[in-house]
């Protein structure tokens, strides 16, 4: 039988800890699309929009976090894995759009 896994502070500091890391990801891209003009506009646009998706999926994870503190469930679990998952996607997508640009 598998062991009870239970959520709580050290697991919502984890969940905080990446949140923090993208939404850095996110200021700093943003900021500098703003302030260069070494990306050009199409780039900018794709960058944005990637960028968008990444916020929105954070966001999503936040939330999560603070759910599996209150009711872990494996549904839960497998929503957690999938934004962990989508976060990676579109970190690698933005870094993909800077390589080609660069």
Known sequence: MRKSTEFGPDFLSIVDSITHVVYDI???SRQTMATTNQLNKEI???????IQDLEVVVRNLEDLGRDMCVAASKGLKQNMASCSYEI???VKEWVSILEEDG
């Open 44 to 50: 900018k646009n794709e960058g944005e929009l990637v």
């Open 26 to 28: 996110v200021d700093v």
């Open 88 to 90: 990676a996607k579109f």
